[in-house]
């Protein structure tokens, strides 16, 4: 038996301007998906029969990437992610698949996290038609803070770099790590869903044509790319009200995108007078908000309050591991 657990992430800045050059933030959550494998007479998947194009993430893993060719395995996957929501359910199960065929395969070697991102990557790539961006992935396998950019980014420690054949011509990324200090142990992120479907291509192309529509909207990537870095330092430096401050103008650029919406912005309402900020995180159209609080348990109420979904984390879990 191989077990192993891959967390959830959200972004704190940056959604929508990464697709443009710019960085973004993201972080680990506490939430996650478990994936246990073992021996089996058939391939299965929570007691189903596997099916390879059910499943083209996993069907990957084991064939082109492990190139496994072994006796088949059961596969049982918990999640405790709302899934279709922002929380890179995909790719903690991608990395939760690494990690435990990896574990069952080779039982004395060490996880390699950078392999395991590059691998759950490749696999979120071909479950969506070739493009992926490697923010949920890199934040599942490594955890605590992540920034993604097309460049280093001052402040920030360089991981790795990575790039994708996508039907747009190659894409580079470089991955760099955040060090949260340890003043954020009473801070809490409160992921609020307002049980829509958070749909990431629509929303994408939704502001693609916004930009061919109205180019002076350019602009509004910019303001992104600086509350990011503002952002980003404020967390760096430990001063979390900063960080509010950050997130609350995120939120209002998002609107100027037209990615947020009438639930979202209920939630973000509800939210903000219990909490040190608050914005709609990932593509938008539905999904999530974020809260950063140290009033945790009182956001999650309000949540409820105004219709919405409560998880509350620390602020950046730890990355993929064995159980
Ligand atoms: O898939 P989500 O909801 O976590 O957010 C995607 C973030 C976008 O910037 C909107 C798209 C991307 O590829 O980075």
Redesign the pocket.
Known sequence: MATAFAPGKC?LFG??A??YGHP?VAVAIDQGVQVSLTNSKNWTIDGHSFSHSRHPHISHIINDLFKYKGSPLNIEIKSDLFSAA?L?SSAALSNAMGAALHYFLNKDEDLNLIKLAKIAHSAEAIAQGGRA?P??TAASALGGCIVVSGKEVEGTINVFKTSLDTPEGERNWVINKVIIPPESEDIYLILGFTGDA?P?GN??QGVANLLKSNPDKINVMDSISKITLAGLSALSAGNFEAVGIAMNACHSKLQDLEVSTHSLDRLVDAVRPYSLGAKMT??GGG?CIVALSRNPQRVAEEIEIAGGSPLISKLGSNGVRIV
């Open positions: 972004i959604e929508h990464v697709v973004a922002g890179g961006s923010t949920d958070s990431t929303m994408v990932g593509a999904g």
